[in-house]
T-cell receptor, first 111, second 114 residues
Framework: QKEVEQNSGPLSVPEGAIASLNCTYS??????FFWYRQYSGKSPELIMSIYSNGDKEDGRFTAQLNKASQYVSLLIRDSQPSDSATYLC???????????FGAGTILRVKS | NAGVTQTPKFQVLKTGQSMTLQCAQD?????MYWYRQDPGMGLRLIYY???????DKGEVPNGYNVSRLNKREFSLRLESAAPSQTSVYFC?????????????FGPGTRLTVL
């Protein structure tokens, strides 16, 4: 079992819909959780971080964390073609130095 | 404020050649990281430096060495390049403020080893 798992996709949604991206992790000691967006040929860009159970909203993005279920998700409301990218989930074990990344989910928003 | 910068952007090496990838950050971050990214495998940590003067191995350190030259700069050296080291290399930095580890990435170096 991989430490951080994501569905590779591609996830296809129509423009204006809600895109839901999911991530599970295996280390119960994980304390910090991050979502990165990566456009083709570019570097990962941090878009959301979440540290406690519940929802965190930032514009069209909402991160959801459930530590009991070891599950973190990213919702993108009113999806736009410019949201088409690979979304990487990253988990920080405890308060240590290393992030563990999932392999990413490809999102395609169709106009 | 340039953030994290990397040089070069592209490089082609022959098997056995050596090279150093350079990384610098201007955000006064304590921690710096080197990753490689291969298709379908996500980002894998090669080496990291939690603070100036310290370095530690990550998940895939074999064939690489690093130097934390000062707080701003963290270089990655390939002593004898192999085709298996063909990849995209990313440098990242983090303040690790209050135990959190938000990492910010440089633009990457695309390396091909023939």
């Amino acid at each position: 079992q991989k430490e951080v798992e994501q569905n590779s996709g591609p996830l296809s949604v129509p423009e204006g819909a809600i895109a839901s991206l999911n991530c599970t992790y295996s280390d119960r000691g994980s304390q910090s959780f991050f979502w990165y967006r990566q456009y083709s040929g570019k570097s990962p860009e941090l878009i959301m971080s979440i540290y406690s159970n519940g929802d965190k909203e930032d514009g069209r993005f909402t991160a959801q964390l459930n530590k009991a279920s070891q599950y973190v998700s990213l919702l993108i409301r009113d999806s736009q073609p410019s949201d088409s990218a690979t979304y990487l989930c990253a988990v920080n074990r405890g308060y240590g130095n290393k992030l563990v990344f999932g392999a990413g989910t490809i999102l395609r928003v169709k106009s | 404020n340039a953030g994290v910068t990397q040089t070069p952007k592209f490089q082609v090496l022959k098997t056995g050649q050596s090279m150093t990838l350079q990384c610098a950050q201007d955000m006064n971050h304590n921690s710096m990281y080197w990753y490689r990214q291969d298709p379908g495998m996500g980002l894998r940590l090669i080496y990291y430096s939690a603070s100036e003067g310290t370095t530690d191995k990550g998940e895939v350190p074999n064939g690489y060495n690093v130097s934390r030259l000062n707080k701003r700069e963290f270089s990655l050296r390939l002593e004898s390049a192999a085709p298996s080291q063909t990849s995209v290399y990313f440098c990242a930095s983090s303040a690790r403020d209050r135990g959190h580890n938000e990492q910010f990435f440089g633009p990457g170096t695309r390396l091909t080893v023939l």
